[in-house]
């Protein structure tokens, strides 16, 4: 007899997708270094090529932190970074295959990264992004809210937080407790199984 997987209850389905909305405004209850590494301790386990795990994550905790990210984001994205607890800049390691021999231990898969820089690009951001759709499942998991943006210059990101490292940054991601008065909508449509999927 095959071997049955269990399944998220309903509850839990609901807390990580079906209830879950992107917040730009939250509450004053705090997220911890604690939080922080719980997020990172579920997070970590999402698969990507060749356990690589490029993404490395700034966490904008602190007023000054918070001041300089909202300076290099869009105005609409202003209020919601200064409102966040935390804002996290998904970032991506340009050098992730120099930790290939602690991540991968079946394979020389460092060699795989020696080619063109357009490749390790691909990679670096392809997997980051993975990293970054784990994180917000993670943080949902845990009771958390998340605000996935995209609007700030990444050249000024990387030079006010990521200087003197490999890192570019790839998105933001708030996180706290929503507050509910900051949805001014319901949620947008999501389509149909058949709008978007083809089966071959």
């Known amino acids: 007899m095959p071997r049955l997987s269990p399944r998220l209850s309903d509850e839990g389905l609901d807390l990580i997708f079906r209830n879950a909305r992107s917040y730009t405004g939250y509450t004053e209850e705090p997220v911890t270094e604690a939080d922080m590494d719980a997020i990172w301790e579920l997070m970590k386990f999402g698969p990507t090529s060749a356990n690589l795990l490029p993404a490395r994550i700034v966490w904008c905790k602190s007023q000054e932190a918070k001041d300089k990210l909202?300076?290099?984001?869009?105005?609409?994205?202003?209020?919601?970074?200064?409102?966040?607890?935390?804002t996290a800049i998904i970032a991506m390691d340009m050098e992730f295959y120099e930790q290939a021999p602690k991540l991968f231990l079946l394979a020389d898969v460092r060699s795989w990264f020696t080619g063109p820089e357009a490749q390790v690009y691909e990679a670096a951001f392809r997997n980051s992004t993975l990293q970054g759709a784990y994180f917000i499942i993670a943080a949902r998991a845990l009771g958390f809210d998340c605000g996935p943006m995209s609007g700030f210059d990444p050249a000024k990101v990387d030079e006010l937080f990521l200087a003197g490292t490999t890192y570019r940054?790839?998105?933001?991601?708030?996180?706290?407790?929503?507050?509910?008065?900051?949805?001014?909508?319901?949620?947008?449509?999501?389509?149909?199984?058949?709008?978007?999927?083809t089966i071959v």
């Open 70 to 86: 909202a300076s290099v984001a869009t105005e609409e994205n202003v209020g919601p970074i200064q409102k966040a607890p935390v």
């Open 169 to 197: 940054s790839n998105f933001l991601c708030t996180v706290g407790h929503g507050d509910p008065a900051s949805l001014h909508y319901g949620r947008q449509p999501r389509p149909p199984f058949d709008w978007f999927n």
